[in-house]
């Protein structure tokens, strides 16, 4: 492959999650090539740390001079949500790729807009779903596509964290309404995209979602601001497949650091997966010897792809930060001519519109069509 | 205490682990003197054998015998639900205390009948939710009560089976809808009933009922019959104490045998269960040494009562019989004139009018007030 | 069967333990027919009580008027391991069935003239090695036995608890070195019974036994008493089938409540399990579908005789009192005609060899074959 | 720090995994700088598609032109252990700081000479034992020394994998007698490395070494090849400190991938940790709230450091690469002139000696001193 430069938005948890990703892959991957060119900061002193120590070319604290680079052939955006539209859109006016966190927009108005200029401008997109880039999960899909489990009969996911479970966590970006919700945008995305990655579309909603905290404190100051996001999200759902699940997300979970879980169903077979041991997938096969009824625990290694890559034993273990590497991966190849394996822009939207579809559930109190 | 003589209707799984119970206690709790008087079958064959096996007094293979019996003080019902309403009445009009296996009627009105005829007659209640008998389910109660988990912000809880999963299982009584519901009844519920046990009364349902085996093979016969009951049930719930959570019942879970389990989270700490692991609770409490963080697998030991009544050493575990002998010591200890300690059934009561709100609820795809 | 009437000795946790056991088995296992005729304790108050909670017919404080009493067909022996011996001979010199409590007597001369005492007299003995009774022990053993895990290649067996870990826990009976060893004689034959049942005869043993808490405080005294017998032992062996492995006792292992824990290895599969998940064993079997290689839980269901006796339903799990029973019905019916299972007090003699072996190679500091 | 420049030698699992380490530590650890610059591959195809894909300089099929090559400060080594001595000497007299893999030498007399060659030099050392690099592992050691476990009373260590348990396995230089010993030397010396880690040197061992596998194929062969090194070892051991302990390497425990496990009792605590689950530790403390009796399970986060610097976000994971890459840390910022964390050469030479003195007592079936 070519060299590929990339230049990254922002410097933060996820800008470095990219950044050591993009690093990462081209020792991991053979063949890959990407080169660290620019990044961005609006905090200039954030962007040239950041330069030096992630290795990149260049930095700026100005995005648009990113955008505008021509050396740049993949924006990568990790800035609040509130910014990854107008991002998106000008990467792609600019003839870029575009790598974009989740969610990738406020609601899916924004979200089909930045689709449909990506596909209109031909460029290769990816967003930041990196969990279902797991070994495991790409076994779990395979298993269903396959049969191994029988006709699919449920599915319960969900994702919780504690983050937010601290009434005195003070008011940041996170619960501005114009962001688009809370708990059900930033985690709920993970677990809808786990159900479509594993089931395919989700075509009805039913949703409650909950405002727990009621006022945050604003930082450095006596007053408190009420929220309007949602802390819990639950929901009912109806595969277009046939079959229905549950779904929850959830940021005031105390205790749960990474509880992005779900159980499938079938009527051969069942499988249980967890990211707090993302290492593992359990597997419940009908129809064994009855002596030995029970889940079996298995645990990644070579034979699961592309684990191999990073260690050629078994049991040694991924780490979250080999997840976006993966991720990386899969998008370069899709520069490269490979097969997008997603999750695309497209993709992003279709969920942002189950997303949406359980806003207006939830307000109006019913069942509602995802479309 | 003096003695206190028992007849038991029915000989299959209940009327086997009533009588256990019921013949077990006396030797765990001191003081308590039931006597097993009569059982009854409507297979004579298997009232005798239970008779001689189980060391019943006398069989009859009418359950009227029974009831009309003047030396039996305790009739324990564990036919099919169809009939609980019918023997229920009739010993309490007797004068006897019941003890009705779970659910207790098809519908509410019903069980509110047999509620009302319990009371009016002023004798002793109780329906066979064992699973909250666990000493653990105590704590968990009492932790909640504290306050130890803060305020309450959610809840989530599900009862999994897989003894319906095969689709090829042959139709039988509990697919009759004249006995209510399916798997909501059967399993649903015993986490509704926990729910209650834990946070209080459900105020509001939302619940999607769903047959995933559209038609059963009938015994005996090359037809096979369609399904009206639920093989799982998904319910959003609103508590009255102003918490919500979700709710499952589910008896075509491939592989699960037991997952009664929850997670109820709080401001300052959350508590997880799972029956398939009985004797551990699993708990989680906000600010303790960051370094530490984590959740902590509480074992069952004699600081649990009655724990220590049936071993005085920590960590040899209960099993399921140990519940049901639980829940017969609070029984006999209630008819002695001790606290009753529930479920009773205006208890039973109060989980059907939520069984039958999801059922409407369901039915209308809309949001029921249980009333 | 025809009824059969016992009488135990001792009322503390293994006297009520076996009086329970003795009164649940006819309820779970079809035929037979123990009733409960003497019971025996030094405090005649605590003989009383225990004779009206648990249900006997007569209590004495003198154990030679129990074993004289002509009605009394099986002595049950459950004091402290010192008086075992005397009592066995004189219950096997009244023609009695003898139930003892493990560990059997302080020294394998001793535990050889119980056996040969019991074996000339042609009655059948029992031994509380209750943790072997587990469903999932006989299906662990019939595994090896098939050769399901190929040729053994190594065994890792430990019995650990915590209850002497306080240094301030008072000197008893147990640190009497005349009673012949610590840890290792209370735990450590469970977990050598267990080596013994999986994988047959022990011939070899290099061990170092230590006392981690020098000196105990003498209840009601000011006093420290010098500990000799020991806290911890850790073995080497040999089984004459070939393979080796290793087998810790330990009582000051703070934390562990109930830690009876083995791990099987074969060139075909290996098990796992541990007490303090007793109704689960983890089977890996090598050759299977490399996507799916890993551990599988097994969880005990009817299928694993005699579980289905207890619970028709699987995963309702059985507690250690229902281990009792099971060893109680294996007694019953042996003394009834049935095929002895064991362990008799010939298998307690040769783990009691298995220990002093352990003591003298830890004295000498050398491999002992086990003579 | 200035740029560092890193030679290789070995281009197998571990050349590859250092490669990626030092890829990867400038991106994670602020201020660190080593560059790749020449990989040594006797398969000079071998060597040269690392060079590619790894992103060195320069390659070589002679590792002596890597070690003299005056550009390169420090020499990886990753060979087989048979060729550490030599490469070790020779880079150490090239004045290079060496990262060696373990075990470093066939024996303690080639594994001093290495020590007391780099000792002399001034060069800085580091081996490859990166599991006590976990944050986890600086936890449990942090907690011992503070005293949070109270007296050490027991340590039960484990290193089991099943690479070799296949009977087929061909012969390769692992089962090669020169290289010193089998599963005691490639598996034991990690937890031989961590036992010493929480609880200083070993003082005195006694040993069982077994041949497992009498015979290997040959490969491209129709012969079998005798083997003479252990595929299980067992130890008991007497630690300086005074507490003793239990230790087991095995590279035929079919089904174990990464069981390195270890338990350590103290009066005041008991802390657990298995590799297989190497982002989690687990707790015991006595004295707590009887109510809440049990373990811990503490998970990884920001406030274990180094964990921040891979990820803010606790529960996220640390995977094997990750250790890799702190291990590399450690390493470049002894040669910036911090404080070395080792193990170095010296620690590796300790390991060493615990690993000869195992041969000798199994050998001659006693204990021995550590000398």
Chains 1, 2, 3, 4 share one sequence.
């Not at 660290?36 to 900061?41: I, K, S, T």
């Not at 404190?217 to 229905?244: H, K, M, N, W």
Request: proline residues 5%.
């Amino acid at each position: 492959m070519r060299p590929i430069r990339v230049g990254v938005i922002g410097t933060g948890f996820m800008g470095r999650a990219h950044a050591l990703a993009y690093r990462a892959v081209s020792g991991i991957f053979p063949g890959l090539r990407p080169e660290l060119e620019v990044v961005a900061d609006i905090d200039e002193k954030a962007a040239a740390g950041a330069c030096q120590q992630l290795g990149f070319r260049r930095y700026t604290s100005d995005w648009k001079v990113l955008v505008a680079d021509p050396a740049v052939e993949i924006v990568s955006i990790t800035t609040p949500n509130v910014f990854h539209r107008e991002m998106t859109l000008a990467a792609v006016a600019a003839g870029k790729h575009v790598h974009c966190e989740k969610p990738i927009a406020p609601n899916a108005r924004d979200a089909r807009d930045m689709m449909e200029a990506a596909e209109a401008a031909g460029v290769v997109t990816q967003v930041g779903y990196n969990y279902i880039k797991n070994p495991l999960l790409g076994l779990a899909r395979e298993m269903i596509a396959n049969g191994e489990l029988g006709e699919i009969t449920g599915f319960r996911g969900i994702h919780a964290e504690d983050y937010m479970s601290n009434p005195e966590h003070p008011y940041s970006w996170r619960f501005d309404p114009s962001g688009g919700a809370g708990a059900i945008a930033d985690l709920g995305s993970h677990i809808i995209c786990m159900a479509r990655f594993l089931l395919g579309p989700i075509e009805e909603v039913m949703a409650d979602l909950e405002t727990v905290v009621k006022t945050r404190p604003v930082r450095g100051s006596a007053d408190r601001r009420p929220i309007e996001v949602d802390d819990i999200a639950r929901l009912t759902v109806r595969f277009a497949r046939g079959c229905r699940g549950s779904i929850e997300a959830n940021w005031v979970a105390t205790g749960r650091k990474m509880h992005l879980a779900f159980e499938v169903n079938g009527t051969k077979g069942t499988l249980v997966f967890n990211q707090e041991r993302l290492n593992e997938l359990h597997y419940y096969r009908a129809g064994r010897d009855p002596r030995h009824s029970g889940f079996l625990r298995i645990e990644t290694g070579p034979q699961h792809h592309p684990y191999g890559l990073f260690c050629v034993a078994p049991g040694h273990q991924l780490g979250f930060n080999d997840l976006k590497t993966i991720e990386v991966a899969d998008f370069l190849k899709a520069i490269d001519g490979g097969e997008p394996r997603g999750p695309d822009l497209r993709e992003a939207y279709e969920i942002q519109k189950v997303i949406d579809t359980a806003l207006v559930s939830s307000r109006e109190r019913q069942w509602k069509v995802v479309s």
